[in-house]
């Protein structure tokens, strides 16, 4: 189901349940079981699903990823970064930020300047705070909100 008001839109799933909501590039997304929610504002954005998978490409931040299950890849450009997820243990390279991580369970804080993130994790909950970046995440079971600025999306689903 899509709405859409200028660049605005608004879609709901069934078992991945998802509601967004854009207005100019802004968007607002609640997942049920993958439960998430998103604002952006501006970074160039791609996305493709297919069931729980998931594909994403940006420029100028530049990232990929993919979902299989709660799997998950990411890639790159500029942040460069990779992540893999099997279960809900996460390892992630940077070049540029150059980090190596791995889980166990899902807890996680972290704190960076220069790329000024700060993460927390309770069950599957993570908290992100970006400066440059500017995300916030959040996440209760699958549940995620992110704000970005200077993210310009396009959309592939």
């Known amino acids: 189901m899509e709405g859409y008001s200028g660049q605005s839109r608004i879609e709901g799933y069934s078992g991945q349940n998802r509601m967004e909501g854009y207005s100019g590039q802004n968007r607002m997304e609640e997942y049920s079981g993958q439960s998430r929610i998103e604002g952006y504002s501006g970074q160039n954005r791609?996305?493709?699903?297919?069931?729980?998978?998931?594909?994403?490409?940006?420029?100028?931040?530049?990232?990929?990823?993919?979902?299989?299950?709660?799997?998950?890849?990411?890639?790159?450009?500029?942040?460069?970064?990779?992540?893999?997820?099997?279960?809900?243990?996460?390892?992630?390279?940077?070049?540029?930020?150059?980090?190596?991580?791995?889980?166990?369970?899902?807890?996680?804080?972290e704190g960076y300047s220069g790329q000024n993130r700060m993460e927390g994790y309770s069950g599957q909950s993570r908290i992100k705070g970006y400066s440059g970046q500017n995300?916030?995440?959040?996440?209760?079971?699958?549940?995620?909100?992110?704000?970005?600025?200077?993210r310009t999306e396009w959309r592939d689903i």
């Open 46 to 109: 791609m996305e493709g699903y297919s069931g729980q998978n998931r594909m994403e490409g940006y420029s100028g931040q530049k990232r990929m990823e993919g979902y299989s299950g709660q799997n998950r890849i990411e890639g790159y450009l500029g942040q460069k970064r990779m992540e893999g997820y099997s279960g809900q243990n996460r390892m992630e390279g940077y070049l540029g930020q150059n980090r190596m991580e791995e889980y166990s369970g899902q807890s996680r804080i």
């Open 135 to 150: 995300s916030m995440e959040e996440y209760s079971g699958q549940k995620r909100m992110e704000g970005y600025q200077d």
